[in-house]
């Protein structure tokens, strides 16, 4: 089918796009014209975006990407431009990830086109919209989200969600029919070469990784707490919010800073010089105890024990699976005692890297993607 007989198909995101949704692009360029308006803050995106076969529209406002208050203002100027673009590009699809990007995408179906499909894509479920507990005035704007996002999902044509207990938030507003569930696996041929990288990166220190975005700086801290003239080493690849960490790793030997990283090209490599992945959130959070990491689904197919937060969905998984070892979020000595006994306890450590090879052909992403592709197309 030539690309102009194609429907349009718009990704609408308030970042350069992750490799979740670089996995959807993936997934759907032989069907559709792709296009993505990304928002790129000054200096804070955690990816490159490398994909010839969409047409990128990038909007640079810098903004504050640790204060969503502070980033009010940018916000609607990137609006504003973005429901321009929007106007030109006149897509059949639009699909966001986020509440801010969704009420843009609802803005230009009730006011421009009634016949444009929405996908709603939940990673992750915002603070402000949980149920925690919260504290004038922020109790007040989380009400008014909360409303405005149940206004909202009756413009959602389908909804995909990376972790099942996300629907207790919204079960009751939505329909259960138009829900998508997608385990955020990664996408296999990145880790094709791995085991010849294992053998190219072996190293005789223990080894602690954590990949992805710094960020619950406060368990990070507790970590590094804890591996304090314990003889290991830990590797932190992330973009950053700030420069804690990397000077801390000018002061500390036992870790390496690697910071921001190319997604596709460095994954595996990274993964192949550790010998176990920190997952460790701030479990106070509600959005924390419902999350799913894409962290679990690849220290499995890295076949990498995973230190988790105790009382977290994650956790529980973690637990039946027994891939790894949950610990409590505040508990600097917690985390010190398991990394020791994953170290020193090569009987213990290689039954969970043995029941991580077991998941693995359990966790094959090809037939969600399927499930998913089926589900996109037939919105038309």
Not at 260 to 267: A, G, M, N, T
Not at 363 to 371: G, I, M, T, W
């Amino acid at each position: 089918m030539e690309k102009s007989n194609q429907k349009k198909y718009t990704f609408l995101i308030n970042t350069t796009p992750p490799p979740r949704l670089i996995k959807r692009m993936d997934l759907v360029k032989e069907k559709f014209d792709l296009y993505a308006i990304c928002w790129d803050k000054g200096g804070d995106e955690k990816y490159d975006f490398k994909r010839d076969f969409c047409k990128k529209e990038i909007i640079n406002i810098d903004a504050d990407n640790s204060n969503p208050m502070k980033r009010l203002i940018p916000t609607y100027k990137f609006s504003q431009k973005a429901y321009k673009i929007l106007e030109r590009i006149k897509p059949d699809l639009i699909h966001v990830q986020s509440y801010d990007m969704l009420e843009i995408a609802t803005k230009y179906k009730k006011n421009k086109d009634n016949k444009v499909k929405i996908i709603y894509e939940v990673p992750d479920i915002h603070r402000y919209l949980t149920d925690d507990k919260k504290n004038f005035p922020m109790n007040i704007v989380s009400s008014v989200l909360k409303k405005r996002e149940n206004n909202m999902l009756s413009f959602v044509d389908l909804m995909i969600v990376t972790s099942m207990k996300f629907w207790e938030h919204f079960e009751g507003k939505y329909s259960k029919d138009n829900l998508v569930f997608m385990p955020n696996i990664p996408n296999l041929e990145l880790f094709r070469d791995y085991d010849k990288l294992r053998v190219k990166n072996q190293h005789d220190t223990f080894t602690v990784g954590y990949i992805g975005g710094l960020r619950y700086l406060n368990e990070l801290k507790k970590l590094t707490k804890a591996m304090d003239g314990l003889g290991m080493n830990l590797m932190m690849a992330g973009f950053e919010s700030g420069t804690y960490f990397k000077e801390l790793a000018q002061t500390k030997d036992f870790i390496e800073y690697r910071g921001k990283f190319y997604y596709d090209d460095e994954i595996a490599e990274l993964y192949s010089k550790c010998d176990c992945i920190f997952s460790v959130y701030d479990a106070s959070m509600k959005n924390v105890r419902i999350a799913l990491p894409n962290k679990l689904y690849e220290s499995i197919h890295a076949e990498l024990p995973i230190i988790v937060a105790r009382d977290t969905y994650l956790s529980e998984v973690v637990n039946e699976w027994n891939v790894g070892v949950a610990v409590d979020h505040e508990s600097d000595e917690e985390m010190r005692n398991v990394l020791l006994k994953l170290r020193d306890d090569q009987s213990f450590y290689h039954t969970l890297q043995e029941n991580c090879r077991k998941m693995q052909s359990e966790l094959n992403p090809q037939k969600n993607n399927e499930r998913l592709l089926n589900r996109i197309e037939n919105l038309f």
